[in-house]
């Protein structure tokens, strides 16, 4: 799995993930970098459903974010629930082209 990376490209991915493609970027929440929007969102989503948990990894400082169905891994809290709304989107993080969902080019 490639390692998003936080920031505008990555918070319009989740935006067009979650529904809205035609979002306009000045209005997208900042969920790669804000832990209430990220938080949020994942909530709306059913991430945060019976078995959802955030917790800090054991083995570094990195987060993870794990249900039944999903397992998402990052540096921050932020960042690894907004990879848990893309996986749980099906988004194929084998290129880690955030384009691959329409993000940068919606129709």
Same mark, same amino acid.
């Given at each position: 799995m =490639? !390692?998003? *990376?936080a920031g505008p490209e990555?918070d %319009? &991915? /989740?935006? /067009? $993930? =979650?529904g #809205?493609p %035609?979002?306009?970027t000045? =209005?997208i929440p900042?969920?790669s &970098?804000?832990l209430?929007a +990220?938080?949020? !969102? $994942?909530? *709306?989503s059913g991430l945060f459903? #019976?078995?959802?948990?955030l %917790?800090?990894?054991i083995d570094? *400082? #990195?987060? /993870?974010?794990?249900?039944?169905?999903?397992?998402?891994?990052? &540096? @921050?809290p $932020?960042?690894a629930i907004? @990879?848990a709304?893309l996986? +749980?989107?099906?988004?194929?993080? &084998?290129h880690?082209?955030l384009d691959a969902m329409? +993000?940068?080019n919606? @129709?």
């Open positions: =490639i !390692e998003l *990376k990555l %319009r &991915t /989740v935006a /067009v $993930a =979650i #809205d %035609r979002m306009p000045a =209005i900042q969920y &970098t804000d209430n +990220a938080f949020a !969102e $994942a909530e *709306k459903g #019976d078995d959802g948990c %917790r800090m990894a570094s *400082k #990195d987060w /993870v974010y794990e249900d039944l169905d999903h397992y998402a891994r990052a &540096t @921050t $932020a960042l907004c @990879t709304i996986a +749980a989107k099906d988004y194929d993080f &084998t880690g082209d329409g +993000a940068l919606p @129709t």
